[in-house]
């Protein structure tokens, strides 16, 4: 083989050697390029797996929230219903003991004719007897403060008096006129200070009838 034959021999190889390498080369970097689609293909997929679990695991993380919340919500509820419960509780005995403690009287006076200057107008039905400090007849201060006392009275007499007196001290009267016998309403009030055994009564002026329907009323204001 002459020398020129073997120097395209060699250059016929050297050609066809690297046509298939240079395909070889062409294959591989297909190859690899279609592994690196594939390979991403899955690994979004695996990240949308892997996001789909964790936002599976914060919605239970929250709904675990929302019901811990609802408890603490409803034990602030059931404490402030239990206050409140408290609250009506304190202001009922308050209540009850502001009542207890109160002082006053209302009582229908007692149908009767008074002759003398010196009697004392008596209660009949006791309509309302706080602290018990009057009784039938006589109020008798329980404990010292402002007290307010009030009469009404039904009559026929003329010149019709009846005094609202404190201890022997003459406060304020009620007084009927010089009508002729008929029924008349006059009234009288007084406002004054006791101290502990204070008393407060009525009487009449001078003869006085006294109609059923008359009222006597003391209570402690201040």
């Given amino acids: 083989m002459t020398p020129l034959m073997n120097v395209l021999l060699f250059l016929v190889v050297c050609l066809m050697t690297g046509v298939y390498v240079g395909a070889n080369s062409l294959d591989k970097r297909a190859s690899s390029a279609n592994n690196t689609d594939e390979d991403n293909y899955y690994n979004i997929y695996t990240k949308i797996d892997a996001l789909e679990k964790d936002l599976k ?33 304190l202001e009922k005995q308050r209540q009850q003991t502001s009542k207890k403690n109160a002082v006053g009287f209302t009582t229908r006076l007692q149908d009767k004719t008074y002759s003398s200057s010196t009697s004392i107008i008596q209660g009949s039905e006791i309509l309302y007897n706080g602290g018990n400090a009057y009784n039938g007849t006589v109020f008798t201060c329980p404990s010292p403060g402002l007290y307010l006392f009030h009469v009404t009275l039904l009559t026929t007499s003329t010149y019709g ?4 007196y404190k201890n022997s001290q003459k406060l304020t009267e009620a007084y009927a006129g010089n009508i002729p016998p008929q029924y008349k309403g006059v009234s009288a009030s007084a406002a004054v200070w006791l101290d502990v055994g204070d008393q407060v009564y009525l009487r009449p002026r001078k003869s006085l009838y006294v109609y059923g329907l008359s009222a006597f009323t003391g209570a402690k204001v201040n």
């Fill in 161 to 164: 008096t009846i005094w609202i």
């Fill in 57 to 89: 695991k914060l919605e239970t993380r929250l709904q675990k929230k929302k019901k811990l919340l609802r408890q603490v919500l409803q034990s602030v509820i059931d404490i402030d219903s239990n206050l409140g419960l408290a609250d009506n509780s």
